[in-house]
């Protein structure tokens, strides 16, 4: 379906909800097209499945981190951070 600019601006809820049932809904300016309405195909968070089959693919070990033991000791990292000299 196309609607000018101007008709789509007073029925833009109506081609929302269109849109989002997967219809194309497409909006001209002076009889051209400009834009396109789409669903927004949102997927929250990360896939660690493919991550890790990534990670693996790719040949990547252990965390990539790589940071010294001393750095996982809390009285270490006030230090770093400044917060013991209060």
Do not use: Y
């Not at 196309?2 to 929302?16: C, D, H, N, W, Y």
């Not at 834009?35 to 070990?61: N, Q, S, T």
């Amino acid at each position: 379906m196309e609607f000018p600019i101007r008709e789509a601006k007073a029925r833009l809820s109506e081609l929302v909800a269109a849109a989002r049932k997967g219809e194309r809904v497409i909006i001209t300016r002076h009889g051209q097209p400009t834009a396109e309405l789409v669903p927004c195909d949102r997927r929250g968070g990360i896939d660690f499945d493919k991550l890790e089959a990534a990670r693996r693919r790719l040949g990547i070990e252990g965390d990539g981190e790589g940071w010294p033991e001393e750095f996982n000791d809390p009285a270490f990292s006030r230090k770093v951070l400044g917060l013991d000299e209060e």
